[in-house]
């Protein structure tokens, strides 16, 4: 019997201490967490988008790579979880997420907490949160799993509120790219092929 463990993951996401390779991948996103810039991947289902995305965010990885995590809040969604899709329910979950992964006591909880008692929610209330957690000298790393979900109308999301969204997003990242905010975007296709391209996102193959 071969006492080696096999390399290869069926089933999911692969676990931080199982990925392998991708250091192209890798190093483009810690540039784009270091420096505070926005990153777009795209790639057939089943080519590793999910897992690098996990990778990428892990304080282990990060204290590896000689990187204090302490200043740092993650949050992560994923918008094929989001059903049915509208852009209320994505920025609430972003705010949930920031929420989960803020340090007791922070800053920004109090004002991140009144938004999220809102009916609903939006992009100006992620600008807020935003807004207290640069005061405070932290950087919020947003990674946004399936993207394409988001660019897909639906019943309850119409071609108006897509194209706001998109407008939204992209706001958003050139308002605090570079100060406070990095995104880490997976997608299928290219994002100026579903009509989202903007000067914030760069293209990284996977």
């Given amino acids: ?21 991708r250091q192209t991948q890798v190093n483009a996103c810690f540039n784009a967490m270091v420096n505070m810039t926005h990153l777009a991947i795209y790639g057939s ?4 988008k999910s897992s690098l995305l996990r990778y990428v965010v892990d304080p282990q ?4 790579k000689g990187i204090d995590p302490s200043k740092v809040v993650v949050a992560g969604v994923n918008c094929a979880d989001i059903s049915p899709f509208t852009p209320s329910a994505f920025w609430r979950t972003v705010l949930t997420r920031v929420r989960s992964g803020s340090p007791a006591g922070a800053a920004w909880i109090s004002e991140l907490d009144q938004r999220l008692m809102k009916p609903e929610v939006d ?28 660019l897909r109308k639906n019943d309850h999301y119409s071609e108006e509120e897509l194209s706001k969204f998109v407008t939204d997003v ?3 990242s050139n308002q605090f790219g570079t100060k406070c905010f990095s995104t880490i975007v997976a ?20």
């Fill in 1 to 21: 019997m071969n006492s080696q463990a096999n390399p290869f993951f069926v089933g999911g996401a692969v676990p931080p201490e199982r990925f392998i390779g």
């Fill in 45 to 48: 289902p089943g080519m590793g």
């Fill in 61 to 64: 990885v990060w204290k590896a």
């Fill in 123 to 150: 992009a100006k209330d992620i600008e807020a949160v935003l807004t207290g957690i640069q005061a405070a000298g932290s950087t919020l790393v947003l990674t946004v799993d399936d993207y394409d979900e988001a």
């Fill in 170 to 172: 992209r706001a958003l």
């Fill in 187 to 206: 997608s299928f296709y290219r994002l100026y092929e579903s009509g989202a391209k903007g000067k914030a996102w760069r293209i990284a193959m996977v």
